[in-house]
């Protein structure tokens, strides 16, 4: 299977879901690609917690040690917390041709974007949640919220489309108006590199026949 992850910021050093998920999807004997953002116009706060000296450096060791390819794109900027992408990233996603489409990041202006063309979409996508009640700081959270529910998650329940929870929250639900039963929580759990066995990537195994 030709699975394309689509995440605002990803550095290979890092040890958030998609670093993990992705070697092990490779693992599985999938063929993996990140479409990312160029780290220009990344913020400050995120730039300076991981760094992105030698970006290119690193990104080819990752590859090199996991196999999945990464595509960094321009970026019109990044506002809120989110990447904004030049149209640019609809013909890389065309070009690689998906079997699946995974977009980390339900509410991310990219996710919102592929939403309106679902209809014009030869590949299913998935989805996940990253997004705590907690975090929702911005001050138009209660705006989008409306916005998001009204627009976006009837778009979502129509086509069932899966929305991984990262955590065991209903924030989902309650607040964008996503059924939790259209919402798995699945937990990624450790990266246990070493003897890896069919039990350690259950979870993967779960996320894998989901998307079949």
């Not at 996991?66 to 960094?72: L, N």
Request: glycine share 4%; proline share 6%.
């Amino acid at each position: 299977m030709n699975i394309v992850q689509i995440e605002d910021y990803f550095h290979p050093d890092a040890g958030y879901q998609i670093n993990i998920l992705s070697k092990y999807m490779v693992k599985l004997g999938h063929k993996v690609t990140i479409i990312t953002s160029e780290m220009n116009k990344i913020p400050e706060p995120l730039v300076s917690f991981f760094g992105c000296q030698n970006i290119i450096d690193c990104d080819k060791e990752y590859t090199k040690l996991t196999k999945v390819e990464i595509y960094r794109l321009p970026l019109i900027g990044f506002v809120s917390g989110r990447a904004i992408f030049t149209n640019e990233i609809y013909k890389v996603i065309k070009k690689l041709d998906p079997d699946v489409l995974y977009i980390h990041g339900n509410d991310t202006l990219t996710a919102m974007r592929i939403l309106m063309k679902i209809k014009k979409l030869s590949y299913p996508i998935i989805m996940d949640s990253h997004m705590l009640e907690m975090a929702s700081v911005n001050k138009f959270n209660k705006m989008f919220k409306i916005f998001y529910k009204t627009f976006f998650a009837p778009k979502i329940i129509k086509n069932m489309i899966p929305i991984i929870r990262t955590q065991d929250d209903s924030y989902v639900e309650k607040y964008l108006g996503i059924p939790l039963i259209q919402c798995p929580w699945i937990s990624v759990g450790s990266d246990t590199p070493i003897n890896v066995s069919e039990k350690s990537l259950e979870p993967l195994l779960i996320f894998v026949k989901m998307i079949l």
